[in-house]
């Protein structure tokens, strides 16, 4: 399985970065992908996901700014961020699981930095 995250950068408070995530050796039409942030010293937390369906789901600090979709033909998953703040500093990791409960397998992370 590798998930290979890109898209990472620099930008100042406002602007827009999109994330992009190419899955492979797995069945991605059947996974739930999802992205997560963590800044050092904190715990992972959930960006967004999308279902195989197609259904999404946001934390509650992006809803509105940031957009998650898939494209199940090129088995990718991308995050596209608006209104940056510089608290939306992190390192952004894509994710995939079978199931909502699973763990998952993760990708190398990409880092996203808002300057004020």
């Known amino acids: 399985v590798q998930l290979q995250a890109s898209g990472g950068g620099l930008v100042q408070a406002g602007g827009s970065l999109r994330l992009s995530c190419a899955a492979s050796?797995?069945?991605?039409?059947?996974?739930?992908m999802g992205w997560y942030r963590q800044v050092p010293g904190n715990q992972r937390e959930l960006v967004a996901s999308?279902?195989?369906?197609?259904?999404?789901n946001y934390a509650d600090f992006v809803k509105g700014r940031f957009t998650v979709s898939r494209d199940n033909a090129k088995d990718t998953v991308d995050l596209q961020m608006s209104s940056l703040r510089p608290e939306d500093t992190a390192v952004y990791y894509c994710?995939?699981?079978?199931?909502?409960?699973?763990?998952?397998?993760w990708g190398q992370g990409t880092q996203v930095t808002v300057s004020s």
């Open positions: 050796g797995f069945n991605f039409n059947t996974y739930i």
């Open positions: 999308i279902a195989s369906s197609g259904r999404t």
């Open positions: 994710n995939a699981k079978r199931f909502a409960h699973y763990t998952g397998y």
